[in-house]
């Protein structure tokens, strides 16, 4: 894999800074200018994704009061089965409840 990694990089590299290469792909490589505008463009999305891990840690370990309290929706009752079983049992579930009725139901599908 690290081979693999390595020799797409140099290919890359290859395409990009030989004349010939990139005439025939058609490309050119990017100046001061360029990268600028791709990190503007990005680096504000990067600190927002960090944001919002922050955001789903915290709601992910608050309790459902102090969810509740701080005005964040509650997380899905139950937990569904992952991808793994649901492929290999066939079996696929949704578990729902609501204020009134503590009772599950659940929908089996084959």
Known sequence: LLLAILLSLAQH????????L???????AMD???WAAVMGASVPVLFLDEILKVVSRQRATEGPAEAAALGLPLPPVG??????MR???GYSAVRTTTPD??????????
């Open 32 to 34: 001061g200018e360029d």
């Open 22 to 28: 990139a005439n025939v792909f058609g490309v050119a």
């Open 13 to 20: 590299v290859a395409i990009i800074y030989m004349p010939a």
């Open 79 to 84: 937990r569904l089965p992952s991808m793994r």
């Open 87 to 89: 492929a290999y049992t």
């Open 101 to 110: 009725d503590k009772s599950a139901t659940g929908d089996k599908t084959h």
